[in-house]
Structure formats: C-alpha cells, structure tokens
C-alpha cells in the first residue's frame, strides 16, 4: 500500500498503560465510522506498514484507544507515538454533491462567481479558526477559507472547484 492510496485517518499521540494500547487522534467529523476498522496502515520510515486492530475503543471528541496486533507492550508502542496512521482511499465515504475531501481537490481549478478563474488549489492552511485553501495562480497566492458558504459546488469530472470569494477578498490580493 502507498500513500497515493491512502487518506491520513490520524495521528499516535501517545500509549496507555502498559499493555501497547496506543491513543490516536481521529481526524475526521465523523469518528464513530471507523470504530470497526480491521487493518490501517502506519506511516513507518521504511514506507507504510499494516497493522490488525483488535480493538478500537471510541471516546469523546476525537479521541480513540487501539490495541493492534504485534503492539503487546510499551517496548512496542512506544516508537509509534507521533506516527500518522492511513486507511485505502475506498474506505472514505461518499462526501455527497457539494462537500468534498480536501485530498481528492489538489491541483483542481478554482473559480469565483465574480471573477472566474482564479487559479489552482495548491494546498491547505490549518488555522485555528477554519482551513484556507492555498490557490496560486502564477505569483499570486489567494488565502480562500474553507467554509460551507464560500463553497458553491465541485465539478469532479471537470476537476473545478467553484466559490465565492468574501467580500473585498480578490481586492487584498490584487
């Protein structure tokens, strides 16, 4: 399996107790539909290796407790703190007509109701408020948030991602 195949379910943070259970972060809105996993995958130097889950026990917020086969004690789980855990891309929901997966939306074209084309998805801006969508056109950069009422639609077969920019947004960067 290689990350190409993959999406980033989440991060090790740290082990508890001493039996290798090890204590994740989900990254997802939706934790709950992956409480019965039966294999991920940990990003490992070497490239990613798959581990069986034996248990994954859900707690509040995003949090989960995982017990993986072959991780039988400290010794174990100890090298796997800080590590991203990946499932295969077909694990992923349907994310539905106008929502979309901020992996599947790299290198898509975007454009603003008013000013057309405003150049290419790039990348992600994490901030504590809400993510901003890195579109680069030539040397112009464009912040855009990604929130539900800037995002109009996505057009997946013609690799489009549709918005409309804040007001006074394109002004800032033009």
């Not at 090790?12 to 709950?32: A, M």
């Not at 290796?49 to 174990?76: H, I």
Request: proline share 6%; with cysteine.
């Amino acid at each position: 399996m290689e990350k190409k195949d993959c999406f980033r379910l989440g991060r090790i943070t740290s082990t508890h107790g001493i039996r290798g259970t090890l204590v994740c972060e989900i990254d997802s809105d939706e934790p709950q539909q992956y409480g019965s996993i039966g294999t991920v995958w940990i990003d490992m130097p070497g490239g990613l290796s798959p581990y069986a889950v034996q248990s994954c026990d859900l707690k509040t917020g995003q949090k989960a407790f995982l017990k993986l086969s072959g991780v039988e004690d400290l010794e174990t789980a100890e090298p796997l703190r800080g590590c991203d855990l990946f499932l295969p891309l077909d694990m992923l929901p349907d994310p539905g007509t106008n929502r979309f997966y901020l992996h599947e939306a790299f290198g898509y074209d975007v454009h603003d109701s008013t000013h057309g084309h405003i150049g290419q998805f790039k990348g992600v801006m994490e901030t504590p408020g809400h993510d901003l969508a890195r579109v680069v056109e030539g040397e112009r950069e464009i912040l855009v948030p990604l929130v539900p009422e800037f995002l109009d639609r996505i057009d997946r077969d013609g690799r489009i991602l549709y918005v409309t920019l804040p007001d006074g947004l394109w002004e800032l960067y033009s």
